[in-house]
């Protein structure tokens, strides 16, 4: 019969396979029914002590939605210019801990990053040398 077979997994109670010798495999294990055992008390990385939580009642803001063009310019140091002034807007409006107005999201918007070629290497300095291009002391980083 299947119940006095030891090689026998009980899929609807124990399934752990255990017996006297530590072996994992039932068969050589003198009690039919060991009583459990229970396991040691573990205990944990002891943790800080939390902060209680404080439910901030957070602004609701609203999606930009731009009219017209981004107003990019055609030119890549008035594009240097226009990044260098969202950045700067941008940390303003950080530091006042508020959202930007409509105004000023049409100016950031304008922020194109610095990854052209003309661009980034004009704006910031070669490693090495002293100065920027020609014509772009005034711009650059």
């Known amino acids: 019969m299947s119940n006095d077979d030891p090689f026998t997994l009980d ?6 396979l255990s017996s006297g010798l530590g072996l994992g495999v039932t068969a050589f294990s003198d009690d039919p029914s060991p009583a459990p055992t229970e ?6 990385p002891q943790t800080a002590p939390g ?5 901030a009642c957070a602004v609701r803001g609203e999606n930009f939605v731009l009219v017209s063009d981004r107003g990019l310019a055609r030119g890549w140091k008035q594009r240097a210019r226009d990044n260098l002034a969202a950045i700067r807007l941008a940390a303003d409006i950080e530091a006042a801990d508020r959202p930007a107005t ?3 999201q049409a100016r950031l918007i304008r922020f194109t990053g610095f990854g052209a070629s003309d661009l980034a290497n004009a704006v ?3 490693p090495g040398e002293d100065g920027f291009r020609k014509g772009w002391d ?3 980083l």
């Open 11 to 16: 899929l609807f109670g124990n399934t752990a």
């Open 39 to 44: 396991p040691e008390p573990t205990t944990g």
């Open 51 to 55: 902060f209680p939580r404080v439910d």
């Open 102 to 104: 409509v105004e000023e």
């Open 124 to 126: 910031f300095r070669r």
């Open 138 to 140: 005034e711009i650059g």
